[in-house]
């Protein structure tokens, strides 16, 4: 907190990310004030989850080619300034529901430059020592946003309806534009792109960044284990809706099993971040991995409550000891000059990992049950963990 610098990013990121959370509910909220296609009346909802999302999965890489070219404040600042105008856009434009999904497209393309060109500018804003810390501070925080975003996202609204027929939009809108000034305040300094390179070769950058992470296995390892980890993470949000019913939840009260994992991440990245160093020597990474494949195991026997929210609590900190490490690790080791690369590229990875689970878990869960799959999670993610684990090993002693 005593870096200025980062003190600005990580508010720029927390207005941001409640901003994102906040506008996917207006969008939701929005629904019913506008005429559906012809033909997809019943499917409105879910082809404005497919407009949010396609953009994840298609320009997370390019976008990080982007974030290696131009000033980081620009493209940080720059994208919540476009979000909050297409945000304020939204009143005075026709209610037709085509321009509602090319609105929720272009946000969502915008996002994508946002989140690999935050992850480039920890590192020259903090120094190496510190860098576990501020990573602690902003998983914390993008956790609490998650969390707490969509929980707060109906009540923002409502009591910004109270001000008028626009208050919504100028609420979500303002939030973007407030973020776009503060993150324009912060001083960063890097190093200037030669005019010859600030020419964009999307294919030829995509191929360089696919090279360095073949080059650089213990970037490449940290980005698998982290894309492993949200695969979790996604396929939980489908079996909560299952596993609640066996605690003595409704299914529409998924969502606390869910918080509770989110609470242990925090409390996990909160220990990190203060005593982060004592734990240097440690394989966080394995402990993490079977912290994750115990708690997995154990909900196939447990129909309390208190016991069931307690092992979400200790999966989410096991979840901690390796999202923290491993990002970590990937600010560390990745140059100045090809981290928009690699974190573009770490957030396409990510956005399919957390998109195929959603599809696959629930029609498996039907096919073999859901303490078979949950048996099978468990099972592969200890495998993951050690086989990580092992091959981080080997990849140190060679570069020894």
Request: aromatic share 10%.
């Given at each position: 907190?005593?870096?200025?610098?980062?003190?600005?990013?990580w508010?720029?990121?927390?207005?941001?990310?409640?901003?994102d959370?906040?506008?996917?509910?207006?969008?939701?909220?929005?629904l019913?004030?506008?005429?559906?296609?012809?033909g997809?009346e019943?499917?409105?909802?879910?082809?404005?989850?497919?407009?949010?999302?396609?953009?994840?999965?298609?320009?997370?890489?390019?976008?990080?080619?982007?974030?290696?070219?131009?000033?980081?404040?620009?493209?940080?600042?720059?994208?919540?300034?476009?979000?909050?105008?297409?945000?304020?856009?939204?009143?005075?434009?026709p209610?037709?529901?085509?321009?509602?999904?090319?609105?929720?497209?272009l946000e969502?393309?915008?996002?994508q430059f946002?989140?690999?060109?935050?992850q480039?500018a920890?590192?020259?804003?903090?120094?190496?020592?510190?860098?576990?810390?501020a990573?602690?501070?902003?998983?914390?925080?993008?956790?609490?946003?998650?969390?707490?975003?969509?929980a707060?996202?109906e009540?923002?609204?409502?009591?910004?309806?109270?001000a008028?027929n626009?208050?919504?939009?100028?609420?979500?809108?303002?939030?973007?534009?407030?973020?776009?000034?503060?993150?324009?305040?912060?001083?960063i300094?890097?190093?200037?792109?030669?005019?010859?390179?600030?020419?964009?070769?999307p294919?030829?950058?995509?191929?360089a960044?696919?090279?360095?992470?073949?080059?650089?296995?213990l970037?490449?390892?940290?980005?698998?284990?982290l894309?492993?980890?949200?695969?979790?993470?996604?396929?939980?949000?489908?079996?909560?809706?299952?596993?609640?019913?066996?605690i003595?939840?409704?299914?529409?009260?998924?969502?606390?099993?869910l918080?509770?994992?989110?609470?242990?991440?925090?409390?996990?990245?909160?220990?990190?971040?203060h005593?982060?160093d004592r734990?240097?020597?440690?394989?966080l990474?394995?402990?993490?991995?079977?912290?994750?494949?115990?708690a997995?195991?154990?909900?196939?026997?447990?129909?309390?409550?208190?016991?069931?929210?307690?092992?979400?609590?200790?999966?989410?900190?096991?979840?901690?000891?390796i999202?923290?490490?491993m990002?970590?690790?990937?600010?560390?080791q990745?140059p100045?000059s090809?981290?928009g690369?690699?974190?573009?590229?770490?957030?396409?990875?990510?956005?399919?990992?957390?998109?195929?689970?959603?599809?696959?878990a629930?029609?498996?869960?039907?096919?073999i049950?859901?303490?078979a799959?949950?048996?099978?999670?468990?099972?592969l993610?200890?495998?993951?963990?050690?086989?990580?684990?092992?091959n981080?090993?080997?990849v140190?002693?060679?570069?020894?």
């Amino acid at each position: 907190m005593k870096n200025r610098a980062f003190l600005v990013l990580w508010t720029g990121q927390v207005l941001s990310q409640i901003a994102d959370k906040v506008f996917f509910v207006l969008l939701i909220t929005l629904l019913v004030d506008y005429k559906p296609l012809p033909g997809f009346e019943n499917s409105m909802r879910s082809l404005l989850m497919i407009a949010v999302t396609i953009p994840a999965i298609l320009f997370g890489s390019a976008a990080g080619i982007f974030v290696d070219r131009f000033p980081k404040r620009q493209i940080l600042s720059g994208g919540n300034l476009f979000r909050g105008l297409l945000t304020l856009a939204i009143p005075v434009l026709p209610k037709a529901f085509v321009l509602l999904l090319l609105i929720a497209f272009l946000e969502s393309v915008l996002t994508q430059f946002f989140a690999p060109a935050e992850q480039a500018a920890i590192p020259l804003l903090v120094e190496r020592e510190g860098l576990m810390t501020a990573n602690a501070l902003f998983t914390t925080t993008m956790l609490g946003s998650l969390i707490i975003g969509f929980a707060v996202g109906e009540p923002l609204l409502s009591f910004a309806n109270l001000a008028g027929n626009f208050g919504q939009e100028i609420m979500v809108g303002g939030l973007y534009i407030l973020a776009a000034v503060i993150l324009w305040l912060m001083p960063i300094k890097e190093k200037a792109v030669a005019d010859h390179l600030v020419a964009v070769h999307p294919w030829h950058d995509f191929k360089a960044g696919l090279r360095y992470l073949q080059k650089n296995r213990l970037v490449s390892n940290a980005m698998l284990q982290l894309t492993i980890l949200y695969s979790v993470f996604a396929a939980l949000t489908v079996l909560a809706i299952n596993l609640v019913e066996d605690i003595g939840l409704k299914p529409n009260q998924f969502g606390i099993l869910l918080a509770a994992a989110g609470i242990g991440m925090v409390l996990g990245a909160g220990v990190l971040g203060h005593w982060g160093d004592r734990f240097h020597h440690k394989p966080l990474p394995l402990i993490g991995f079977l912290c994750m494949a115990f708690a997995l195991s154990m909900f196939t026997f447990t129909t309390n409550l208190w016991v069931g929210l307690g092992l979400s609590a200790f999966l989410g900190i096991g979840a901690s000891l390796i999202g923290v490490p491993m990002q970590t690790l990937i600010q560390q080791q990745t140059p100045e000059s090809m981290r928009g690369k690699v974190f573009g590229f770490q957030n396409n990875v990510v956005n399919i990992a957390l998109s195929l689970p959603l599809a696959i878990a629930g029609p498996l869960t039907d096919a073999i049950g859901l303490r078979a799959v949950l048996l099978s999670m468990s099972i592969l993610v200890s495998m993951v963990g050690i086989w990580a684990w092992q091959n981080t090993r080997r990849v140190l002693q060679d570069v020894i």
